[in-house]
């Protein structure tokens, strides 16, 4: 049989041993053509380059075995589990395998197979034992060597109907025919720079490396392409706003002036600095799009509110957009108390404003009488065209719609809108940077002064009384407060409903005395908001609440908070909680009830969080144990997902490529040249929006 030669783009079914079953399969792990098969890394390398006599293991060091299973058997615990034992020989002695629960590998040890374990060496009874070994049952051809062992073997992600060795092998195979074929994107005088191997290279250290050195130089290589790839696409995008006119504006005037001066305290410097920035940008006459970021409670709201007013002053319109209803009311009710001494017309729309309310507020809002709408990102984006739009802000609270920010919600494109972000998430710089790098940054380092930290406890669950009486004295002593149980999806009902019944346990225990309600996300949303209002006004005592007092709730007289099972939050969330009380100053208090026993990991990292109050270290610390993938769901929202990259460890080549692409784009600015012609390809089928077919 003869087939064509294979390239890149070759549908998968047509490689050599696939054909039309696996290739469905195949599909499912979003392997299409024969390039996506040498683009499907493997998630670990199983270290196999040298096989231990069993003589020789030496306890609490990891070791590879080349044996023949002697026997296999199962036992039953008391406790009613099971315990699979193995026993595996090779030329020098025998070792002891055992698992937990695991039935299923007693089909694949039967007796006289030929079998590779690797794991840590115990001695158990004198003998020496591995507990719960990585493991491979080997075929014919695994038993000559070759790609399964004796070298760093690949393990690759799996679906049903495709196995470890076959992928193996067809990655292998397909590796030798389509690596000579590879076009680099990256020009040859950039990776000698760089000191950074070719990509077939590098596609053949990361599957088939010769050792662990060569493993990481691959990596590496990868690593920075991706980089390279996000920042260039976020600086074209850039490119192309700058170009564009922003309404221009001229020097503050009096509504600006009053508002400042009504304040019953002073902006902080680091809010005066962040104003004068953005002030600058709105006078520039090219359209702004600024990040604004600032942990929780820095004042970033205020700020821009102030940018707002000097819009309006002017005649103009501003947006506000939030994440939530709850937030897009809560908004609303501060800014039109600041507004309405002002003479400011500030109006609030949501998906359950009714229906002859929204049309008065569209009207009024399309005849320039409303100065400052306040919204939800769906209502305002879907249905709002301001003639007179000059500002957009939106807050992202921990939310990153790096696509979908910029959305002009104006009629006509003459007056592109100045665009201003507000994010209270303390993202490292160098994640920041790669995420964020088509805006420019200004950071509220500095919190408004008198802000005490809050005082942070954990407390084992079986004392929760003792924690509800100091809640209880607090309220006496006019103290507002909140108990937040973990729900990890709103929509996961479990979750809420043991909210739900806590809370009346707790109405009908020890808050009797008090005046309690109830937030959850699966009331509706008018609901919810009477909750949040009636807290607000200082009508309820304790607000028990699932997780969406997270984003952002304003509620100035509660001063402490009560989180049952803190272990099922990450840090940056526990951090976002914790920042709802304490916000008109003075003293706060943060319990963490913790259930049953806690590993030792989890305890330390919760201790890290009671000892820290700077969110910048706690949202550092999040990606170092989480990493970036976790990070808010950075992946779920859309940012330009990482697939190898980790901006905290891969700082350096996050700068190097930055680096690279001021240089590169200063030569090219659309990256039109023939020499960049490879890499425009890579772009374009990632980015179209920024590299549209018509000029490539
Ligand atoms: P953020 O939006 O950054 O979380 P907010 O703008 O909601 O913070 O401010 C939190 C609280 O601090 C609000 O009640 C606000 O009125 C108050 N605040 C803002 N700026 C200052 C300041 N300079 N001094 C004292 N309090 C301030
Ligand atoms: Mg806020």
Redesign the pocket.
Known sequence: MTSKPLTPDSPVQYVKTVGPVRAVALRRLGIETAGDLIRHLPRTHLDRTRVEPIAKLRAGQPATVLGEVLTSGERRTRQGGSIQTVTVADHSGVVYCVWFNQRYVLQQFRSGRKVMVSGLVQHHAGRPQLAHPDFEVLDDEGGRGSLHMGRLVPVYPLTAGIGQHWLRRLIHTTLAELVPQLEDPLPEALRRQRDLLTLGAALQGMHYPADQDELARARRRLVYQELLQIQLVMALRRGRQVERRGVQLQRPGDLTRRLVAS?P????GA?RRALAEILADLRSGRAMHRLLQ??????????AFIAALFVIEQGYQALLMAPTEVLAHQHGQ?LRRLAEPLGVVVETLTGSTPAAERRRILAAAGEGEVHLLVGTHAVIQDQIRLRRLALAVVDEQHRFGVRQRGRSARDGDDLPVHLLV?S?TPIPRSLALTLYGDLDLTI?AEM???RLPAETRIVAVDREDETYAECRRLVAQGHQGFVVYPVVEETETTDTRAAVAEAAALAAGPFRSLRVGLVHGRLKAREKQAAMAAFRAGELDVMVATTVVEV?V?V?RAAWMVVHSPERFGLAQLHQLR?RIG??GGRSWCWLLTSGHLAEETLSRLQFFAATTDGFRLAEEDLRLRGPGDLWGVRQHGAPGFRLANPLVDGDLAAAAAADVRELLAEDPDLSSQRWAPLRQVLRATFADVLPQATG
């Open positions: 304040l305290f002073e902006l902080t809010q600032g942990d929780v409670g820095s004042g970033k709201t205020l700020v501060t507000m209270a509220i408004p002064a008198g952002g304003d100035p920042g916000r008109a």
